[in-house]
């Protein structure tokens, strides 16, 4: 669905009960919204669709690039790995006919509200499904990609500037209208922007100074946000204030990470599944 952006680029413009499962993941990875170093402990909570999206905001205009169409499939993405980190959905288990994790499909786990409005609807439309779907025909789905009129029903609308409110309301993005010569817009610019900075730097740390060489090693939560940014076409506005020589060395290993073959990744021990059939999902794409 996207590439790894390189240096030039930076000067271009009923039966729900039988659904919930055991998955074989282990489940104490994914207790809550933020499985993250007790560094972060004391920082805003933020879901991964809301540091995806502030990842892909100009600043002070306060909307995403207007060439990148593939931020909206890849914020789909991050709510079904935040619902598989909060233990709510997981993928069935690999049988002899469906070994890949394209093949697999979502079942669900736990149908308790997160307290989130995207993640719950999303939620209820896993639970209302039978039968049920792949990682893929749901990031499909959720967008709106569909040529099924009966299926549109599980299109989640509004999701950016949904998103948006909350990152208003808590207290990162303001909200203004800008005129665009033949129509006004709601734009969010960043008012907290040292928490813009920490999320870029802890990505920026996480493939330089704490570099392991390992996703298996890596915070569940960073990992996933890498290949999210990746596959949402932002990864370019994490490392873009990179020196030129951190920046290759950043660039290089983001590629590197995002080119392992999932299907491996995701068999690995303690490996979480649904970031690897995420990805796997978007390299098809």
Known sequence: MTTLTHRARRTEVGKSSEKKVECEEDTNQDRGPDNEDSGDSKDIRLTLMEEVLLLGLKDKEGYTSFWNDCISSGLRGGILIELAMRGRICLEPPTMRKKRLLDRKVLLKSDSPTG???LDETLKHIKATEPTETVQTWIELLT???WNPFKLQYQL???RERIAKNLVEKGIL???KQNFLLFDMTTHPVTNTTEKQRLVKKLQDSVLERWVNDPQRMDKRT????????SSDV???VFSSLADDKYDVAMNRAKDLVELDPEVEGTKHSATEM?????????KS
């Open 174 to 176: 303001t909200t203004e």
């Open 144 to 146: 709106g990609e569909t």
């Open 116 to 118: 989130d409005v995207l």
């Open 223 to 230: 990992l996933a946000l890498l290949v999210l940014a990746h």
């Open 235 to 237: 990864l370019e506005n």
């Open 275 to 283: 970031i690897w059939a995420v990805l796997a999902a978007f390299n």
């Open 157 to 159: 609308r509004n999701v």
